[in-house]
């Protein structure tokens, strides 16, 4: 009886571990930041965020909303530039503003770390993933890398064999990762034989603020944008309490929302002016380092519409326009450190982002994908998986007899 009476205790604690392990999240792996000075992180903190702004100028010339993760691309990107030699390794630099190795891997594992701690007031996870082609080999010592600093652990996979099972696999990490907001991050078009390893990363956050709006008081109101004037539901939040750090320019008012736990807050830049063209021509990192030391506690009203949507990115012809075009490039691009050759190239980088602002606080969340391809195989692939046009043609003289196109091949 008494042995019983034990192994139902222990069998009992044991559930009650699994239990409370099962709360606490998905297991993260602890990435090595031994070597980490607040110096390293603030360097790696100010590359991510000049990379912010270059790639929001690269944007803001398009219409309609923007929203993506600086950091998740330049960890995902981080990462690959591990495996970067030579001018490719030169021309992400420049992009990217990477710090040297002593102090990009320990301020990244850092950071990593922190994002990723547990016993917060908010929801905040990030997580890294490799994805190889499971008969190719890479370095070790790139691996190992990814894998100590950025906690990015690789998984085997099956490119050429299985090409759409694999897809799904990334697809489902990114995903749960995620909290379901990051759906079909790779495209079926997006994976194909010649994928040799997909590099990922994925952040989640959601947060209540500390002041929360009052549902009752949210109203439909104008909201005038270009060309037009569109009815939104617009929160607000006024009195005594709504006190927030704050500070007006001549072009600008700008006010800090702060979440719960106090140690991540929204900035809302509102230019003086309806529309966002002068703002954005003068907006640099510099120019909000300057504004946010001027922020002072003041008694706001504030009126902020709700807003929910979903962005996607192929980046692959932006990034190779803002400096590092060898790395897109093969012939040419030089990943060695990967695999000791110089046969891939980024296929493509993929970045998915979504945000919801509603009276309770913020959810978003992104993800990105970095495709690694084997240049050397493209010759001797002819893959017409998308639409084409096609002719028919008299050989000697060229004359066409038939022009068409294929849009869906089953109609």
Known sequence: MKKKMILGTMLLMLILSLFLYSCAGPEVIHADDSQATPEKVGAVVQANNQFAFDLYAKYNAQEGNIF???????????????????????????????PEESVRRPGSAKIYNDLNKRDKDYQLNTANALWAQKDYQFSNEFLQIVESYYGGKVTNLDFVGETEKSRITINNWVEEQTNGKIKDLISPSGVNAVTRLILTNAVYFKGDWVLKFDKKKTHEADFKSPGQTVKAQMMSLAGEKAKFNYIET????????PYEGEELSMLILLPKEETLGTLEKSLSLTKLNEWKKGLQEEKIDVYLPKFKFETKYLMAGDLAGMGMPTAFTWPGADFSGMDGTKNLYIGQVIHQAYVEVDEEGTEAA??????????AARSNLFMADHPFIFIIQEKATGNILFLGRVTDPTK
């Open 68 to 98: 993506f993760s600086p950091y998740s691309v330049s960890t995902a990107l981080a990462m690959t530039y591990e495996g970067a030699r030579g001018q490719t390794a030169e021309e992400m630099q420049k992009v990217f503003y990477f």
């Open 366 to 375: 992104a993800a990105t994908a970095v495709m690694m391809m084997f240049g």
């Open 250 to 257: 001549e072009e600008l008012q700008m006010i800090e929302l």
